[in-house]
């Protein structure tokens, strides 16, 4: 039975499965990673940018096997295959270039306008790696390769490249998505150096419709200081016009691209993530930006060494409903109305608008609806915010004596409980009485995840008391229906298990069955075979009568009640699983012989 060609297209694009790999979006800090099992059978964590990868190589190998059946699935597969270009190895792009310009030479020399192999890609993925002789490829004929490849894919719509780029190479690569491109693109990660922000800001002007950007950029060379090396020339105070942006990712220096970006026109931004790094001394203006593209945003991630003011921050975002924040950072004390020993405020006898005297009154409100906790916690807001139901925490790292943690506090006891004291200062604000609307707190650390199972959970000893910490976490987080979750998702403080003690908890479960099944409706006949003693100097009277009537009514029920085909659902105790809340948040050939020679030649 011969099918349609639409059908089995139909079916090879059900079984590529690539719709997670052309959505438009970047994963953020809100993604969930996973549990998985390394090559040492350790439980390790694979971020949602690795599990990426692993679906771009498994939907390759699908594609590959259908490319290998026959003549017809190799004719129908090609564009399957051409569509999403994966590389973790640079020489594939040398391979892959040959293969499009012998097609764009073959099909020019027949005179025919077939479409050629790049027509069907739409994402490009190129992972980082470190070029080395050993691999054959240098920066420069690389660059080479992937402009060429650029050319050849005029409906490329999403562009990730993860290799640190030189500025030179940069701007190659930018000048061919803007050439070939630039009506289709959507997506773009670039990792460049921190000399390239003036290319960056052309790139993004010849490409206006870009709707998620996530730039990297490397610490600038040390020969020279920051403010003596970034010279953006023509490229300073241009006012570029993003009307589709809706997410924005800025990691490493770039302190003077965000200062650039205040003046920009951002209508659609809903989205902006901020990670530092490891500097401690390059604070970016967060507070400008926010202060021009603050009003509509959505999420805001912020993770960086030094302390930002969150309050005015989150005073800016009105609108915010997932805000991420280093759970590390100490804030000073809160200034709030003072109050008087009857607990009433003092009046201020100086001039003031009625915005002032309305967060006055509201700011005291916050104070006696915080009551005894208010010595316990730091101030997040000025004033509740009305919208954020889920916040993520960075850092956390000391909090519970795991890891490196536990080497920091023995080395830096003092520096260890200040950190610590923060976090529980910053940990009891995520409350009802800031946020009202709070839902869920996310401890967004893989590493101290991974630390933890290692430790196999916290540690409780004289220096360190991570076991009481967490427990008095989750105390409050259930008292006020908050869910406290960690980076995968699941409840925090539940850990991956190995096969051995899944059974042992099988056992235990399947136990505690055994022992219910005397309180099923099965040993209700059981219980009532107990012989009520006879009632002394009245054995035979009408009381006793009854009694032991409806007692022999109630045996025969029992014998004769059929089991209820509701018991296997609802259980004995009617112990029902608690409900999860919602998530947050999240390529052609040529011909024959060239298909078979492209891939035994691409395959690993």
Request: hydrophobic fraction near 35%; charged fraction near 25%; glycine fraction near 6%.
């Amino acid at each position: 039975m011969e099918l349609p060609d639409e059908i089995l297209s139909q079916i090879f694009d059900l079984a590529a499965d690539e719709d997670v790999i052309f959505r438009h979006g970047l994963p953020t800090v809100m993604a969930e990673a996973a549990w998985f099992k390394n090559a040492l059978n350790e439980w390790s964590l694979r971020s949602p940018q690795d599990a990426i990868n692993i679906i771009q190589r498994r939907s390759y190998a699908t594609k590959k096997a259908i490319m290998l059946t026959c003549k017809t699935w190799r004719r129908l597969g090609s564009e399957f295959l051409y569509r999403c270009l994966f590389f973790d190895n640079p020489s594939r792009l040398h391979i892959l270039c040959k293969i499009m310009e012998l097609d764009a030479e073959n099909n020019q020399e027949s005179g025919q306008s077939s479409i050629g192999l790049g027509w069907w890609t739409k994402r490009i993925h190129l992972t980082r790696y470190y070029a080395s002789p050993s691999r054959g490829v240098s920066e420069e004929d690389m660059c080479n390769a992937l402009s060429t490849i650029v050319r050849h894919c005029p409906n490329l719509s999403i562009f990730t490249v993860e290799w640190p780029m030189p500025s030179a190479i940069f701007g190659l690569v930018a000048d061919s998505l803007f050439k070939y491109t630039r009506k289709a693109l959507h997506t773009v990660h670039w990792h460049v150096s921190a000399e390239a922000i003036p290319k960056v800001i052309w790139a993004l002007d010849s490409l206006p419709l870009v709707l998620a950007a996530h730039i990297e950029f490397d610490s600038p060379a040390q020969t020279t200081e920051l403010h003596e090396s970034l010279h953006l020339g023509s490229a300073q105070d241009i006012a570029l016009n993003l009307p589709y942006l809706q997410q924005l990712t800025l990691r490493g220096s770039f302190s003077e691209f965000l200062d650039q970006t205040v003046e920009w026109n951002l209508p659609g931004l809903r989205n902006l993530s901020i990670d530092c790094g490891h500097s401690r001394t390059d604070t970016p203006d967060i507070i400008g930006f926010l202060e021009k593209h603050g009003h509509k945003l959505k999420i805001l991630d912020l993770n960086s060494i030094p302390t930002l003011e969150v309050p005015d921050i989150l005073e800016l975002c009105p609108q915010l409903e997932v805000f991420s924040f280093n759970a590390d950072w100490r804030f000073q004390a809160p200034t709030l109305p003072a109050m008087t020993s009857d607990g009433l405020p003092i009046a201020d006898d100086s001039p003031s608008d009625g915005i002032s005297r309305q967060r006055r009154r509201q700011s005291n409100t916050m104070r006696l609806s915080l009551g005894s906790y208010f010595n316990e916690t730091s101030i997040l807001t000025r004033t509740p915010h009305p919208r954020i139901h889920t916040i993520g925490l960075h850092g956390l790292l000391y909090a519970f004596g795991v890891g490196y943690g536990r080497i920091f506090s023995t080395e830096e006891p003092f520096r260890s409980r200040v950190v610590r004291r923060s976090n529980d200062l910053n940990f009891g604000a995520l409350n009802r009485a800031q946020f009202p609307q709070l839902r869920c707190i996310r401890i967004l650390s893989r590493t101290l995840l991974n630390d933890l199972n290692k430790a196999d959970g916290p540690v409780q000893d004289d220096e360190v008391d991570g076991m009481d910490r967490w427990e008095r976490w989750w105390d409050r987080c259930h008292e006020s229906n908050i869910r406290l979750e960690d980076c995968t998702g699941g409840e925090f403080g539940e850990l991956p298990q190995d096969e051995e003690d899944e059974e042992k908890d099988s056992e235990e479960e399947e136990e505690g069955q055994d022992e219910s099944e005397e309180y099923s409706s099965d040993g209700y006949s059981d219980e009532w075979e107990v012989q009520v003693p006879a009632i002394e100097g009245n054995q035979d009277g009408p009381h006793t009568q009854e009694l032991r009537q409806l007692i022999k009514e109630c045996q025969a029920m029992a014998e004769e009640r059929e089991e209820s085909a509701f018991t296997g659902f609802i259980g004995p105790a009617f112990h029902l699983a608690p409900s999860m809340p919602l998530s947050t948040d999240y390529s052609g050939v040529a011909d024959e012989s060239t298909s078979a020679t492209a891939l035994d030649k691409m395959a690993d």
